[in-house]
């Protein structure tokens, strides 16, 4: 099921998130810690054509998984599975889907959301993590509308 699927189910109508991004925004990427990070918070300036990607580093660690929560306000949260899907999460950091998703020169991209987020609203917390070296680490940032 897709974010704005689970959203009109649970009454949300907006959603918000933080990010860490190199390009336009001219800021660096940051490394994750076991005990979290927060990260820049990213601006949609068109929420009807919404792409939320945060890239980090990831240093000397061998990353085995990648994973992404997102947590709609007051509703528990959801865990993104390798199809972009969301789906109930139970907490147990054991349970986290594995995204797959593909390092490159140090560096982490974490692809959150592409898709039409209009119906919603914000904000949404998202946090990224990844499993290396027996530790998982993560960081987290909220997601909002410009207007």
Known sequence: MRIHGLLRKHGIGTVAALAMTVGASGVC???LTV???QLASVVLSDV????VE?????????VETTHVVVQLSGNPPLMRDRQGLFQSWDLDPTHLADNGFVQSEGRLNFKVFNQDLSPHNFPMRVTVYYRANGELKFGFF????AN
């Open 35 to 37: 005990t979290g990070v």
């Open 48 to 51: 009807r054509q919404a792409s």
């Open 54 to 62: 945060k890239q980090v580093l990831f240093g000397n660690d061998v």
């Open 142 to 145: 909220d997601v909002m509308r």
């Open 29 to 31: 990427a940051q490394e």
